[in-house]
Structure formats: structure tokens, C-alpha cells
Nanobody, 115 residues
């Protein structure tokens, strides 16, 4: 059974930072590009940041310069460092591993940005 386990969400004030973590198995981590998505209430799930199959990174325009996706190969973990958070970043954040017909999701972690 494929498992992706997110952690690190919480309630922060505008301008603060959070780091999300997504831990998975070694086989998933090595074989599949991983990404972070988010879904706000009443909105569709959207891509936030991703590693491509070639190892480069992509970011949504709304988070460029504020969010950074990274990985720790020794821990089979992908991170999303989120700086200068804004109220519009409030959403459930999901970790995803996908390639061709394979796609797996974590359970999600809530991020709330509010004063």
C-alpha cells in the first residue's frame, strides 16, 4: 500500500513561515516525481510546487519567490518551505507522487493563515 504522510501544517499569521513535510517509502521516493498541491474551500485542487521527472522544479505563479520545494534523499522526504504566508495560502496541502498512470496522494495537512 502506497503511503505518503504529510505533516507540519498549522495556524500562522500573515508574513510567517511554515515547513511542510511528506514522508514516503524509498521505492516511491526514488521512482516517482513528487509534488505539493493545495485545495482551498470551494476551489479546485491546484499545483503549488513540483519536481519534474528531470529533477527540475516548477512553481505556481502565486507562490514563486515565497515557497521552496526540496527533498532529503536520506529520509525519503519532500519538504515545502513556505515563507511570507498570505491569507490566500489557506488550504489543505497534499503531497503527490505521480508518473504516467500512477498517482498517489497523502491525507493532507491544513494550513491556515489568519490574523
Amino acid at each position: 500500500q502506497v503511503q505518503l504522510v504529510e505533516s507540519g501544517g498549522g495556524l500562522v499569521q500573515p508574513g510567517e513561515s511554515l515547513r511542510l513535510s511528506c514522508a514516503t517509502s524509498r521505492s516511491i521516493f526514488r521512482l516517482y516525481p513528487m509534488a505539493w498541491y493545495r485545495q482551498a474551500p470551494g476551489k479546485e485542487r491546484e499545483l503549488v510546487a513540483a519536481f519534474t521527472s528531470g529533477g527540475t522544479t516548477n512553481y505556481a505563479d502565486s507562490v514563486k519567490g515565497r515557497f521552496t520545494i526540496s527533498r532529503d534523499n536520506a529520509k525519503n522526504t519532500v519538504y515545502l518551505q513556505m515563507n511570507n504566508l498570505k491569507p490566500e495560502d489557506t488550504a489543505v496541502y497534499y503531497c503527490n507522487a505521480a508518473l504516467y498512470s500512477f498517482s498517489a496522494w497523502g491525507q493532507g495537512t491544513q494550513v491556515t493563515v489568519s490574523s
